[in-house]
């Protein structure tokens, strides 16, 4: 007896928050496929009952990945089609449905993605910040040596940088980027899509200021600005920041001796003035 013909795995895009930003082509899917693979069934069961969408539920989240994404990988192999999604957003950015497409990848399943919302996209159109490369991060780690270590590692990164952080670690990672990248530009966008949707342009250092004052609230996502190419010689913003700190050290103002960095290395003076008042 021949295997039967694979099924095919569905990654549907659902909505970040307002459940009108469904698809047409989305709800024929979840309408069409024989199960669904979820990050949270509530949440799902939630939208489902919203588009009065009757269909099996299966928990595929990071801690059952493992067992669950073989019992689904063999129901798809089996010929049953099934629809992967997220909480909110594209399956497979910064969650776990990235390992169940690489379990399905490995065996050729066939695999067919139905676009939508995505936060990180999004919110990087709304920032004001350079979108023409960017450098999608995910969340930070929660140890905070590994924390260090990955900001240090984007330090220099000149694409625009996009995170993800929770309401309760916000001001953590805020300090830590201050502290790291140096007070540089940064466009905060929180609960996206719905009733308290907002968008702050500001500096690290404002942002800093803004939320000791204000607690946190909603998901996050952080767009922060690339260091700026020093223009004329192929030199690091850290070394600019050398030649500057030298200068203050020899006796001129720090403006001074911005101005003298910036004139010889060709990077910027502002990025410049901002981080060596940072350091």
């Known amino acids: 007896m021949s295997n039967p013909t694979p099924g095919t795995l569905f990654l549907v895009a659902t909505p970040i928050g307002n459940l009108s930003d469904i698809s047409e082509r989305a709800i024929k899917t979840l309408q069409d496929v024989v ?17 009065n969408i009757k269909k099996p539920v299966v928990s ?38 990235e390992d169940l497409v690489c379990l399905c990848a490995e065996e050729n399943i066939p695999m067919v993605m139905i676009p939508g919302p995505c936060a990180a996209v999004s919110a990087l159109a709304l920032s004001g910040l350079s979108s023409a490369r ?28 996009v995170f993800y952080e929770a309401p309760h670690k916000l001001m953590r990672t805020l300090n830590d980027m201050l502290e790291i990248l140096g007070n540089r530009r940064i466009s905060i966008s929180r609960e996206m899509t719905k009733m308290y949707e907002e968008t702050l342009r500001l500096t690290i250092s404002s942002a800093v ?5 204000k607690t946190p609230r909603g998901e996050f996502v952080l767009v922060v600005e690339g260091v700026e190419k020093c223009k004329d010689l192929e030199i690091s913003l850290d070394e600019a920041v050398k030649i500057a700190t030298t200068l203050i050290s020899d006796g001129d103002t720090v403006k001074d001796a911005v101005k003298k960095a910036a004139d010889m290395t060709g990077c910027s003076k502002n990025l410049l003035y901002n981080t060596v008042i940072s350091t």
């Open 134 to 161: 960017f450098s999608f991060e995910g969340f930070l780690s929660t140890d905070k040596k590994k924390r260090t270590s990955q900001l240090k590692e984007l330090k220099n990164e000149t694409r625009t940088m």
């Open 209 to 213: 200021s803004h939320f000791e004052n």
């Open 35 to 51: 199960f669904i693979a979820a990050e949270d069934t509530r949440v799902t069961r939630h939208l489902l009952e919203h588009l």
């Open 60 to 97: 595929y989240y990071r801690h059952n990945s493992r067992s669950s994404g073989e019992k689904i990988l063999s129901r798809i192999l089996g010929g049953e089609n099934c629809a992967l999604v997220t909480d909110a957003g594209t399956p497979g950015i910064s969650d776990p449905g």
